[in-house]
């Protein structure tokens, strides 16, 4: 069982055991999440998929707050690293790793990744999470790409964090055939509504999942559900 709080944009705090995994922190600048208090999240991990604002914006916070660990690609750890977060580990794409809560897989996507001073933020990624309970894809920002089906073909995917607003990654037509590539009918749905450019139909939404033969989950910010 894997507990799941979304905390607005594509960020969300998973729970795995007795570890706490945060990914793409994005909280204190978005006034839709303005009663979700970042001083108060209790973190083990802080994983990063790229370099964007809209992805890192309370990483050094939550890092240092909670002295936890932050995953990201070499370029992103090591600029993290250099504002004096302590614990980091860099990855880049098709390696793995194995953490206290399970292992990691760093995946291609389809972006850009500059972080918020203009520095490279390498390529940017996704992350394969397996663990003694499950296994699930969180995308990070990304078009649909072919690359998605080794994901599909090495693992038993439960569940898929995917980007759904359109414009800036894909939307929901595309979320959708990501989904049957990493071969799972569970999408948990993010990078939707934060900003005009990705405000989406909902409803339009759910109905082509709901076609498709595909569970769309959207969760309020704050709300947590088990999976
Ligand atoms: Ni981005
Ligand atoms: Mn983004």
Sequence with gaps: MTEI?????????VKIGDKQIV?????????????????????????LSHGHEDHVADAEAIVKNNN?????????AVWFAEKGVEKYHPMNHGGSKTFD???????????SSTLPDGASGGNPGGFVIKHAHGCFY??????????MKLIGEEFKIDFAFLPIGDNFTM???DA????????TKKIIAMHFDTFPYIEIDLEDAKKAA?????????????????L
Excluded: Q, R
């Excluded at 709080?5 to 705090?13: C, E, R």
């Excluded at 994005?26 to 839709?32: E, G, L, M, V």
């Excluded at 969180?138 to 690359?147: E, Q, S, V």
């Design 171 to 173: 939307g929901i037509h």
């Design 176 to 183: 959708i055939k990501a989904a049957d590539f990493v071969g």
């Design 5 to 13: 709080t979304y905390y607005g944009h594509s960020s969300f705090l």
């Design 23 to 47: 990914f793409d922190p994005f909280i204190s600048p978005n006034t839709k999440a303005s009663h979700i208090d970042v001083s108060k999240i209790i973190a083990d991990y802080v994983l």
């Design 101 to 111: 809560f399970g292992k990691v897989k760093y995946v291609n996507a389809v972006h």
């Design 210 to 226: 709901t076609k498709a033969g595909k569970e769309l989950i959207l969760l309020n910010i704050g709300e947590s559900i088990t």
């Design 68 to 76: 936890a660990m932050l995953v990201s690609n070499y370029e992103i």
């Design 138 to 147: 969180y995308a990070g920002d990304t078009a649909l790409t072919y690359d």
